[in-house]
């Protein structure tokens, strides 16, 4: 009996030890190289940012409206690293997130993750 109590209180001793370490995989690194006011709240944009950029497309490419609220470039323009003046990267504010999720956006396929850049598709 006195056996079991001790591998009851190391067994606890143990996993209450291992509780407090941080887990092996590291979170994204998320810098706001702009500080102020988001367009939507973190959760939001956290949960529904791609929900909101397809939106935005939708409604450009249909629909020919083109409003800044919710545009790729206006969010490349403020979460671009000032070092690297991208959001792409080891610590980019896209790639960090989306290579932590194991999700492969395809903005880049026409879109330039640096601001003020033309998309690659875009006409002369």
Not at 94 to 117: E, F, I, L, N, R
Request: aromatic letters at 4%; proline letters at 6%.
């Amino acid at each position: 009996m006195r056996a079991i109590a001790l591998a009851v209180l190391w067994g606890l001793t143990f996993a209450a030890a291992h509780a407090a370490e941080p887990g092996r995989t590291p979170l994204p690194a998320i810098a706001i190289e702009k500080p102020g006011q988001c367009v939507e709240a973190k959760d939001v944009m956290r949960r529904d940012h791609m929900k909101l950029l397809k939106h935005q497309r939708d409604k450009t490419l249909h629909e020919g409206i083109r409003t800044k609220k919710h545009s790729l470039n206006e969010c490349i323009a403020c979460h671009a690293s000032q070092k690297t003046g991208t959001v792409l990267g080891k610590d980019g504010f896209c790639q960090s997130c989306h290579d932590y999720a194991a999700v492969k956006p395809d903005c880049w396929d026409c879109h330039q993750p640096k601001p003020g850049q033309k998309t690659a598709g875009a006409r002369p």
